[in-house]
C-alpha cells in the first residue's frame, strides 16, 4: 500500500495554464507538506498544513494555492504557469506538526512547454 | 551563500568502501538533523535523525554532528551497489512553534561491483 501518493506522476503543459496536484496519505497523519525540488536537486518547502489548518507558507508566488479538504488530502493549485514553475513537487506528512519524521510521495514532475 | 552546503558530487567508490558525506551549515538556530536517500524517480527516504551533537550509529550508518563547527557527516560500511544513491542532509529550526526544514542540495553516491 502507498502511504503518500500524489497524481498525476507528471504533468505536461502550457505556459498561462492552470494546474492541480493531489496528494494523499493514508498513515492517519495530522500533517502533510508540499516541496518543490528544482533542477539542481534543491528541495525546498512551500507550504505545510496541520489538521486542515496552514502552519507553514514559505516564499512562494501567490500563483499556488494549496488546499486541504481533510487530514488525509492536501492538493495544490498552480495558476497563470510559468517556464519557472519546472519542477518536481513532492507532498509529504508527518504524525504531527512537531519535529516527527516525513515521509514523501514519489514525487509530480512538472513540464511548462 | 546557501545556508546548508553539500557538494552534489558524484561521488564514486567501489563495493566495501567507507562513504564520507558531509554538509556544512551557517544558521546556528539549526536544531535538529537528518540525512536522507533519495533514489532516482523516488521521494526521499528518512536514514537517519540527530538532536545532539556526537554519533548516532544505525546497523552500516553512522551520523555524525559537531555544532561548534557547523559541520554534520553520515558515514557508509561496507557500502553496497544498492546504495547508489542521492544523499541530501537537512535540518530544522523552530520559528512560531513550526519546525523549518532545509535541505542540502544532495551528494550523488555510486558504487561499483
Known amino acids: 500500500d502507498t502511504a503518500v501518493s500524489q497524481t498525476p506522476k507528471y504533468l505536461v503543459t502550457q505556459m498561462g495554464n492552470d494546474k492541480s496536484i493531489k496528494c494523499e496519505q493514508n498513515?492517519?497523519?495530522?500533517?502533510m507538506y508540499w516541496y518543490k525540488q528544482d533542477s539542481k536537486k534543491f528541495l525546498k518547502i512551500m507550504f505545510s498544513?496541520?489538521?486542515?489548518?496552514?502552519?507553514i507558507n514559505e516564499t512562494v508566488p501567490n500563483r499556488f494555492s494549496p488546499k486541504s479538504p481533510d487530514k488525509a488530502h492536501l492538493n495544490l493549485h498552480i495558476n497563470s504557469l510559468e517556464l519557472g514553475d519546472s519542477a518536481v513537487y513532492f507532498c509529504?506528512?508527518?504524525?504531527?506538526?512537531?519535529?516527527?519524521?516525513?515521509?514523501f510521495g514519489d514525487g509530480t514532475r512538472l513540464s511548462i512547454l | 551563500q546557501k545556508e546548508v552546503e553539500q557538494d552534489p558530487g558524484p561521488l564514486s567508490v567501489p563495493e566495501g568502501a567507507i562513504v564520507s558525506l558531509n554538509c556544512t551549515y551557517s544558521?546556528?538556530?539549526?536544531?535538529?538533523f537528518m540525512w536522507y536517500r533519495q533514489y532516482s524517480r523516488k521521494g526521499p527516504e528518512l536514514l537517519m535523525y540527530?538532536?545532539?551533537?556526537g554519533n548516532k550509529e544505525d546497523g552500516r550508518f553512522t551520523a555524525q554532528v559537531d555544532k561548534s563547527s557547523k559541520y554534520i557527516s553520515l558515514f557508509i560500511r561496507d557500502s553496497q551497489p544498492s546504495d547508489s544513491a542521492t544523499y541530501l542532509c537537512?535540518?530544522?529550526?523552530?520559528?512560531?512553534?513550526?519546525?523549518?526544514?532545509?535541505f542540502g542540495r544532495g551528494t550523488s553516491l555510486i558504487v561499483h561491483p
Open positions: 509529504a506528512s508527518s504524525p504531527s506538526a512537531g519535529n516527527q519524521p516525513q515521509h
Open positions: 498513515l492517519g497523519h495530522d500533517t
Open positions: 498544513y496541520n489538521n486542515k489548518e496552514l502552519i
Open positions: 544558521n546556528s538556530a539549526f536544531q535538529y
Open positions: 540527530t538532536y545532539s551533537s
Open positions: 537537512a535540518m530544522r529550526y523552530v520559528s512560531g512553534g513550526s519546525y523549518i526544514p532545509t
